[in-house]
């Protein structure tokens, strides 16, 4: 069974990178497929901020782009998500979860959620 | 971008009852739609793919419909576990949902 953890700080200061980690159990990120970020702010709905394969490719939603980053980490089995320069806006539950099929897919698995807290 | 628009945002109803959601989306998109339920502090669940096409052990009465720019989440006979929003998602053209709709007891 696929499974996904996300990791990292629940509070961040506003102008400062938010920093995710998410691990992959039950499936080789090395054997395929894409893996993907979503964000949910409170009470709001889902955003796709971006995914990537296990060669490095990514691909990231037009509106986050320029303060994204996404990277793979196979050997750990796992990838991660930097974004920049975060404001009150970027307060949400993060999720990471596994893209089902090529590069632009649904998302058959998906990790817990971690809610990223941006205040001073 | 693409945009989608789900209908109703909130909808009420009894266990037993049929209901129906749309998802519009802002230009043609093919089958290329999926749906989601989501509860209460949990991750969304995967539920249907290509627009029809249920994921494994999702329960027959869900089903899925329509392509282009109109979509339909339906629910046969709802049950008590069904009570959730629920989201759409298109993948044609990079990746967006719609703003969800929430089922709740009449």
């Known amino acids: 069974q696929v499974q996904l953890q996300e990791s990292g700080p629940g509070l961040v200061k506003p102008s400062e990178t938010l920093s995710l980690t998410c691990t992959v159990s039950?499936?080789?990120?090395?054997?395929?497929?894409?893996w993907g970020w979503i964000r949910q702010p409170p009470g709001k709905g889902l955003e796709w901020i971006g995914s990537?394969?296990?060669?490095?490719?990514?691909s990231y939603n037009p509106s986050l782009q320029s303060r994204v980053t996404i990277s793979v980490f196979t050997s750990k089995n796992q990838f991660s998500l930097k974004l920049t320069s975060v404001t009150a806006a970027d307060t949400a539950m993060y999720y990471c979860a596994r893209v089902a099929l090529g590069t632009s897919s649904y998302f058959d698995y998906w990790g817990q959620g971690t809610l990223v807290t941006v205040s001073s | 971008d693409i945009q989608l628009t789900q209908s109703p945002s909130t909808l009420s109803a009894s266990v037993g009852d049929r209901v129906s959601i749309t998802c519009r989306a802002s230009?043609?998109?093919?089958?290329?739609l999926a749906w989601y339920q989501q509860k209460p502090g949990k991750a969304p669940k995967f539920l249907i793919y290509?627009?029809?096409s249920l994921e494994s052990g999702v329960p027959s009465r869900l089903s899925g419909s329509g392509s282009g720019t109109e979509f339909t989440l339906t629910i046969s006979s709802l049950q008590p576990d069904d009570f959730a929003t629920y989201y759409c998602?298109?993948?044609?053209?990079?990746?967006?949902f719609g703003q969800g709709t929430k089922l709740e007891i009449k």
């Open positions: 230009q043609n998109i093919g089958s290329w």
């Open positions: 998602q298109q993948y044609e053209s990079y990746s967006t």
């Open positions: 990537i394969f296990q060669s490095g490719y990514v």
């Open positions: 039950g499936y080789s990120i090395a054997n395929g497929h894409f």
């Open positions: 290509k627009a029809s």
